[in-house]
């Protein structure tokens, strides 16, 4: 997949592309269905599937106080729409002077001349120009006149709701990282980089990978049955804390993985934690061993949720 800011002005090789435009925070079940819809029609006219998408999200320049934390980085976006078979990721850097232009400025400098999109794919629910004061309807009436057309895509509905980014970070709000699984369509995962903690874990017999996550939302304080891709590759079974360590007088949260029957150094290196199950809530015990008794049974309870990963790890 080609990955491009924009900002050149060429059009895209390989003739004028069908272009789905989002957020696409979190890619979820409603942007796969845009992704879907952009591939048929790009198939059909010959042209190149495009995602057009923000980076900074908008929020974040509109509203920087009430912005919340993205579900996936920009990385993260790219990897899962690379994933849906899409042909060129573009990013438009989202900016003051971005969030000014008029919806008919938008459509005929970013859509019409930056892309020459012959197809764009949008949600129902999408608003674009300043204020956001432009919808599909008036998007489907600008294409005409700049010759494209416009496919409006209805809000997919899971238990009744349309399914969007605000959902998402909802479930995992309250831990439920089973909803959040449905809405995705995937499990939510959070990356990271493997730093040195306080090496309590080790001196109890659970030793544990402290994570530094990249900027994306966590889910509610507790523990949670995941699974683990550590740097080579390979997936293993894990119990993650998300918490302030009430037990030990309490702190800011930190994210840890307990890696089943695993004994390498991971000390600097990425991993990819994949959330499958919230197992309880924090707790504050009375005693270490009753904390050390509780994660035997966490440990166990993590087996018994997922099932070993395949190429040999456990």
Not at 185 to 210: M, Q
Not at 249 to 258: D, I, R, Y
Request: charged fraction near 20%; glycine fraction near 12%.
């Amino acid at each position: 997949m080609e990955r491009e800011r924009l900002g050149s002005g060429a059009a895209p090789h390989g003739g004028r592309p069908a272009v789905a435009v989002g957020n696409f925070d979190g890619v979820h079940r409603g942007h796969q269905a845009l992704a879907a819809a952009v591939l048929a029609l790009a198939r059909a006219s010959g042209g190149p599937a495009v995602v057009l998408t923000f980076d900074p999200h908008p929020a974040r320049v509109l509203r920087p106080s009430q912005a919340p934390a993205p579900l996936t980085t920009l990385a993260q976006k790219a990897e899962l729409v690379e994933a849906l078979g899409i042909d060129r990721l573009v990013v438009v850097p989202f900016d003051a002077q971005l969030a000014a232009l008029s919806p008919e400025a938008f459509a005929e400098q970013v859509l019409h001349q930056s892309l020459a999109a012959r197809h764009v794919v949008v949600g129902d629910s999408f608003r674009f120009g300043r204020g956001r004061a432009g919808d599909a309807r008036g998007l489907e009436t600008l294409g005409r006149g700049l010759g494209f057309g416009v496919e409006v895509v209805p809000a997919l509905l899971a238990a009744g709701r349309p399914i969007s980014s605000s959902r998402v970070r909802e479930a995992l709000a309250l831990g439920d990282v089973a909803e959040a699984r449905e809405l995705l369509g995937r499990l939510h995962f959070v990356d990271g980089t493997v730093v040195r903690g306080d090496g309590r874990g080790r001196t109890i017999g659970v030793p544990t990978a402290n994570l530094a996550p990249d900027e994306q939302v966590l889910p509610a304080l507790g523990v949670y049955a995941a699974r683990c891709r550590v740097a080579n590759g390979a997936w293993h079974r894990a119990v993650v804390n998300v918490g302030e360590r009430p037990t030990f007088g309490g702190g800011p949260v930190t994210l840890e993985a307990h890696l089943l029957d695993f004994e390498a150094d991971l000390y600097g290196t990425r991993v990819r934690l994949e959330l499958a199950a919230r197992l309880r809530g924090e707790q504050r015990f009375a005693s270490q061993q009753a904390l050390v008794a509780q994660i035997r049974a966490d440990i166990e309870a993590a087996r018994a949720e997922l099932p070993p990963p395949p190429g040999g790890a456990v």
